[in-house]
């Protein structure tokens, strides 16, 4: 676990394990992913990934969904073969694109609200879209937020 306990020691902030670096490796992911989502969030209403997946990231999703849903998103970053920060930083990148519709129709105010407030989903449908998102899952059903 110490990929993620870097993001914890200030000396490694600018560092490639520090918290800076994966901030970076979520927006490269997101941008690879959702070339449009990401452009809208980065150059148009200007979110910076800080603004919500800091949080995200450094409490490892756990005030964003209830108990059992975080032990089962836990279980998937703990067996991920592609490592628990990949796992993690692929379901941060899931969460913006199932929010996709309501984030690019957003501006500043609502897409803060939205990414700070991330609203139900079913964790199942979330890890599946992680998998997809690194190639080992089947095609999913997506959901919107409106």
């Not at 991920?80 to 692929?90: E, H, K, Q, T, Y």
Request: charge should be negative.
């Amino acid at each position: 676990m110490s990929e993620l306990r870097d993001h914890f020691c200030k000396q490694l902030d600018n560092s490639s394990s520090g918290i800076k670096a994966t901030m970076q490796r979520l927006s490269q992911y997101l941008r690879e992913q959702d070339y449009e989502l990401w452009d809208h969030l980065h150059n148009r209403v200007k979110i910076d990934p800080q603004f919500f997946a800091f949080r995200w990231i450094t409490l490892m999703l756990t005030q964003e969904f209830h108990f059992p849903d975080v032990l089962r998103l836990w279980d998937t970053f703990l067996g991920d073969p592609r490592g628990r920060l990949d796992a993690l930083l692929r379901v941060c990148v899931a969460m913006a694109t199932l929010a996709r519709d309501a984030l690019l129709s957003g501006d500043f105010a609502q897409n803060i609200k939205l990414l700070q407030s991330y609203p139900p989903v079913d964790v199942h449908i979330l890890i599946q879209k992680a998998r997809d998102i690194a190639g080992t899952g089947t095609a999913s059903p997506r959901e919107d937020f409106h």
